[in-house]
């Protein structure tokens, strides 16, 4: 291509021309640097631009011409180089000295620092994430929560499970036992379902009674969904233009408990979601010294380390040291929902997950193009329509718990019940038969209720 490039303009237009070859070099640069870059965008070879570029850039090197053009801008890079700078001004008068002596806190506002466990949360999330793991807990078995003529039954916990419908997980998973030798008792807990049995507040008769029923080794199962309205990144989200009120961030990576200079409301829904995300971690806790499965959904880790997330956190990385518990990360528009929605799955002692969940997808979907952040047409945030999973996906967590409850009876891999607690079943009994209801028109609530 070179010799062409010659036969052209050496050659073709005379040889010993000087005012040619001056001009014809003129040409040739001004060529390449405007047309030849179009003609190489055409190529569909993928070397053969990399080969013309560089051909091009040897041959431009030769020319008297771009050399002393090189020549030119090296030398005016190296004025600029040599140019005498000005002092540099303040950007305002500096202030006349005061010869009067003055109390050196007499011009100032004192502050003095107050310790507080909130304002200090830094300090203490920083020697959570330092701590590591010295031993690996003993291998447990899955506790049954009874046995009915030798079928094992199994006590599964949904919290924070929202409203009760058809196709829901705990549908799903009630259809995968009916088929099984196995059995579940599900018990569906959120003030959606029952304000008596699904209040998990701190200190109610509900949380106190589960706190027993995990303690005691009766729980087989738990998938929880820990709130996300105070971590969700549509929080970092601009106001539209003539938007007044907007929800603002309430939370950071470092500062994950919530931020300084909130109002007392936004205090509350800080209190909330992290006491409910502190629940869902001590449960977590608990099967992983007690045994079996646990499962948990939040939205995926964000792209941005500054932002907050419970993947992120001190704690959750600190239990991701253990071997058994790992955290997954998918789109639920893959099991049918209307948002791409990236979702972050911490799940414990269940080896075939991701196979089992993919089992359930969908073949025929559409990745969707519609945004879950902002406003729609009637005011309502967009969010908050997939605060619930679409049938699909709920059957797919589903059947990644059957399918591990079969792996384990066929392994004979269950510990004998807990001893009988008269109390406790009763109040097991009671909360199944509240978690059984679907009414017909039930809403979806506010994750802060201000209960």
């Known amino acids: 291509m070179i010799d062409a490039w010659i036969q052209i303009l050496c050659i073709d237009f005379g040889e010993n021309n000087t005012d040619w070859d001056n001009w014809l070099a003129f040409v040739f640069l001004a060529w390449g640097t405007h047309w030849l870059p179009d003609i190489i965008a055409e190529f569909w070879d993928g070397e ?27 030398l005016e890079s190296g004025l600029k180089h ?9 950007h305002r008068p500096p202030r006349a000295p005061i010869d009067a002596i003055k109390h050196p806190t007499s011009g100032s506002r004192v502050q003095q620092h107050v310790k507080r466990l909130f304002g200090d949360q830094a300090q203490w999330l920083k020697q959570v994430r330092e701590c590591r793991f010295v031993d690996l ?8 929560y009874r046995v009915i003529e030798e079928m094992p039954i199994f006590l599964v916990v949904h919290l924070f499970s929202g409203r009760r419908r058809f196709g829901d997980f705990h549908s799903a998973l009630k259809q995968f036992a ?36 995990y303690l ?13 309205e105070t971590f969700s990144e549509a929080r970092f989200t601009e106001a539209p233009v003539g938007t007044g009120k907007w929800p603002r961030p309430l939370r950071s990576a470092e500062r994950l408990f919530g931020l300084e200079a909130l109002n007392m409301r936004e205090l509350r829904q800080c209190a909330v979601g992290s006491a409910f995300f502190l629940q869902c971690a001590w449960a977590l806790c608990v099967h992983i010294a007690q045994g079996e499965m646990f499962v948990a959904e939040h939205p995926a880790t964000p792209f941005d380390p500054n932002r907050p997330s419970i993947w992120t956190s001190p704690l959750i990385q600190l239990l991701l040291q253990l071997p058994t518990l790992k955290l997954h990360h998918v789109a639920q528009f893959r099991w049918g929902a209307t948002a791409v929605k990236p979702t972050g799955l911490l799940v414990l002692d269940m080896p075939f997950f991701h ?25 309502q945030f967009k969010t908050a329509r997939h605060k619930e999973y679409p049938p699909q996906f709920c059957r797919a967590l589903a059947n990644a718990f059957a399918q591990q409850f079969s792996r384990l009876v066929s392994k004979g891999q269950c510990r004998t019940e807990a001893p009988a607690n008269v109390a406790l079943d009763e109040w097991i009994s009671s909360a199944e038969q509240a978690s059984e209801v679907i009414r017909q028109g039930a809403n979806w609530l506010p994750d802060f209720q201000d209960l």
Not at 137 to 144: F, H, I, L, S, T
Not at 181 to 209: H, P, Y
């Open 178 to 213: 009916d088929r099984s030798r196995w059995k579940v008792v599900i018990l569906s807990l959120d003030t959606a379902v029952s304000l008596e049995f699904g209040n998990l507040m701190q200190g109610t008769v509900s949380w106190e009674t589960l706190t027993t029923l």
């Open 48 to 74: 053969a631009e990399k080969v013309v570029d560089e051909l091009y850039a040897q041959f431009a090197t030769e020319l008297p011409r771009y050399q002393i053009l090189a020549r030119i801008v090296f």
């Open 137 to 144: 807990p003993a291998d447990v078995r899955c506790p049954r």
């Open 82 to 90: 040599c140019a005498e700078t000005t002092e540099p001004v303040p």
């Open 216 to 228: 005691s080794g009766r729980v087989s199962a738990t998938l929880c969904g820990p709130p996300c």
């Open 355 to 379: 196979k089992d969940i993919y089992a359930e997808v969908l073949s025929d979907v559409v990745k969707p193009t519609a945004a879950a952040i902002g406003q729609d047409a009637s005011g």
